[in-house]
């Protein structure tokens, strides 16, 4: 149940995030609820204090010519025969129903209470009892009051009444005193504020859907142009330039049309321009390059005769053979990296998968480059699981990606120790190579993997040299379906992870070990 819960939670989240006019709707909706409520309260409210002072007034008028009548008709009372006091009020009491009057319904009730004395003669005595205290005791003082109360009708439900009181003779201080009392039930006006209820009810339901109405439709009057924007923005993206936006009429929606057909012609124009220099370029790289390899490998030979002989030359022609020699490895170190991205380029590049010992893959990575890790009094610290870890991958091409990393770590790490390590999970291995020096800032991290890119132009470097490096391997890991990622913080050192499935052709969802260090502090205690 929880789960279903949630689900439908996140569901009606993003359909709440993704469509604008599901969220206009439902403000709309909330606004004008809001305001049709704070409306119909107050009007309602209006409607019954008026109705109600209109019963008030009505009642108030009523019993006052009701008190001037009973003030006749009891003048001449014989106050010491109680049963003709009771025939008196009776009397009174049935003219003054008889009577009737502009307030509707009501009934009466008169009190005849003799001086110093605690008996008292009531005509319907059950109205009398349900008589608020407060009302009693505020027409026995000597003044004429009002109230609301709950008072039982004929079969003994309660029902909102307005009572008045007013006293017909004498005062508090009087010998005797008769009080009157209206009972006006409000039930007609219980009626009328009920249906006017409904009615206000019904009409703010009806104008609050007629007011979500309109903005839902103005809304999609105008959400659907933007929409078709983003439909045809999408597929520019995904390479169909030749889609347009349809021009409809001449308003702001359809300048906007017109603007973004404009821009999309001007991107097709660019991309296109872009594309023959990105073709122009690829092509003479891989000319120049396949170009260069006939000459080149006739003056390795040459120059390899040289160097053999270098021991029968004088020295200063003996050092230049050398030179010669070394940067002729170099060049075709350069010149090997640019057939390789020939080839990435042309999509011709194959991968030879094969199930391969990745520890043993790691040794021999990092045995390869001891020499260049002496040079630098660099440490080299491996750490691997126990277990062999085996993953079907191209091992020259993970060999490589490896020794890159591991020689850029070793230049860039100051002399510190360079960390390797290898850890796998069910689905994916993953190496990663950290080291302590200068480390990359934000932006030089985002160009470190960009072609001929070097975060110090100037750097007197020792290995390979091209600027591809980290370009290739990156396209090595991109063709094992892997990651290459990397992290650097200055004065902090860098860290670069490879991760590949261990099985060819698996897409990955995770690395076993993060690409942020867990601890930062250099060895040796320094920050």
């Known amino acids: 149940?929880?789960?279903?819960?949630?689900?439908?939670?996140?569901?009606?989240?993003?359909?709440?995030?993704?469509?604008?006019?599901?969220?206009?709707?439902?403000?709309?909706?909330?606004?004008?609820?809001?305001?049709?409520?704070?409306?119909?309260?107050?009007?309602?409210?209006?409607?019954?204090?008026?109705?109600?002072?209109?019963?008030?007034?009505?009642?108030?008028?009523?019993?006052?010519?009701?008190?001037?009548?009973?003030?006749?008709?009891?003048?001449?009372?014989?106050?010491?025969?109680?049963?003709?006091?009771?025939?008196?009020?009776?009397?009174?009491?049935?003219?003054?129903?008889?009577?009737?009057?502009?307030?509707?319904?009501?009934?009466?009730?008169?009190?005849?209470?003799?001086?110093?004395?605690?008996?008292?003669?009531?005509?319907?005595?059950?109205?009398?009892?349900?008589?608020?205290?407060?009302?009693?005791?505020?027409?026995?003082?000597?003044?004429?009051?009002?109230?609301?109360?709950?008072?039982?009708?004929?079969?003994?439900?309660?029902?909102?009444?307005?009572?008045?009181?007013?006293?017909?003779?004498?005062?508090?201080?009087?010998p005797d005193r008769i009080e009157l009392y209206y009972a006006f039930p409000l039930q007609q006006e219980q009626e009328s504020l009920s249906l006017i209820r409904s009615t206000v009810v019904i009409s703010g339901i009806a104008l609050t859907l007629l007011v979500v109405?309109?903005?839902?439709?103005?809304?999609?009057?105008?959400?659907?142009?933007?929409?078709?924007?983003?439909?045809?923005?999408?597929?520019?993206?995904?390479?169909?330039?030749?889609?347009?936006?349809?021009?409809?009429?001449?308003?702001?929606?359809?300048r906007l049309a017109t603007s973004f057909n404009a821009m999309a012609d001007s991107l097709q124009r660019q991309i296109t321009q872009l594309e023959g220099l990105s073709q122009l370029q690829q092509r003479f790289t891989s000319d120049v390059s396949h170009e260069l390899r006939t000459p080149l490998t006739t003056v390795q030979m040459a120059a390899e005769i040289l160097h053999e002989s270098r021991d029968e030359f004088a020295p200063h022609v003996a050092r230049s053979a050398e030179l010669l020699h070394t940067e002729l490895d170099r060049f075709e170190a350069l010149l090997t990296d640019l057939l390789e991205i020939s080839r990435y380029d042309?999509?011709?590049?194959?991968?030879?998968?094969?199930p391969t010992d990745l520890g043993a893959l790691v040794?021999?990575?990092?045995?390869?480059?001891?020499?260049?890790?002496?040079?630098h009094d660099c440490a080299l610290q491996v750490s691997a699981p126990a277990e062999a870890v085996i993953a079907e991958v191209d091992a020259r091409r993970?060999?490589?990606?490896?020794?890159?990393?591991?020689?850029?770590?070793?230049?860039?790490g100051a002399g510190h120790p360079v960390e390797i390590t290898l850890a796998a999970n069910r689905s994916a291995a993953a190496v990663t190579v950290r080291d302590h020096g200068v480390g990359l800032s934000a932006g030089e991290a985002q160009h470190v993997f960009d072609r001929f890119w070097r975060a110090d132009p100037s750097r007197v470097r020792t290995v390979g040299g091209s600027g591809l490096g980290l370009?290739?391997?990156?396209?090595?890991?991109?063709?094992?379906?892997?990651?290459?990622?990397?992290?650097?913080?200055?004065?902090?050192?860098?860290?670069?992870?490879?991760?590949?499935?261990?099985?060819?052709?698996?897409?990955?969802?995770?690395?076993?070990?993060?690409?942020?260090?867990?601890?930062?502090?250099?060895?040796?205690?320094?920050?």
């Open 471 to 527: 370009s290739i391997s990156l396209e090595d890991a991109r063709l094992h379906g892997g990651w290459l990622q990397g992290w650097g913080q200055p004065g902090a050192g860098a860290q670069f992870r490879l991760t590949v499935p261990l099985v060819a052709g698996e897409d990955l969802t995770s690395s076993p070990l993060p690409l942020r260090p867990v601890r930062l502090r250099r060895p040796g205690g320094a920050r």
């Open 213 to 254: 109405g309109i903005a839902v439709l103005v809304t999609r009057l105008v959400v659907d142009p933007v929409r078709r924007a983003a439909g045809t923005a999408q597929r520019l993206a995904e390479g169909q330039l030749e889609e347009r936006m349809v021009v409809r009429g001449e308003d702001d929606l359809a």
């Open 398 to 412: 993970v060999e490589r990606i490896l020794r890159n990393l591991v020689g850029n770590a070793i230049e860039h």
């Open 1 to 174: 149940m929880r789960r279903t819960t949630r689900q439908a939670a996140r569901r009606a989240l993003e359909t709440w995030r993704s469509s604008l006019q599901i969220r206009i709707g439902a403000i709309t909706t909330v606004v004008a609820g809001t305001v049709v409520v704070i409306v119909s309260m107050v009007l309602f409210s209006q409607i019954r204090d008026q109705l109600l002072d209109v019963k008030r007034q009505a009642a108030i008028d009523q019993v006052q010519a009701g008190v001037v009548y009973a003030q006749r008709e009891v003048a001449g009372i014989a106050t010491g025969d109680a049963a003709s006091v009771r025939s008196t009020l009776t009397r009174t009491v049935n003219q003054l129903l008889d009577r009737g009057g502009a307030a509707g319904d009501f009934d009466v009730v008169m009190v005849y209470r003799p001086a110093n004395q605690d008996r008292t003669t009531t005509t319907r005595r059950p109205l009398y009892e349900a008589l608020p205290r407060e009302l009693r005791a505020a027409v026995d003082s000597g003044s004429q009051a009002s109230k609301y109360d709950q008072v039982p009708d004929g079969m003994g439900n309660p029902q909102s009444t307005l009572l008045v009181g007013s006293p017909v003779t004498g005062d508090a201080q009087g």
């Open 363 to 375: 040794d021999r990575v990092v045995d390869g480059v001891t020499a260049l890790a002496l040079r």
């Open 346 to 354: 042309a999509g011709a590049a194959v991968l030879d998968s094969a």
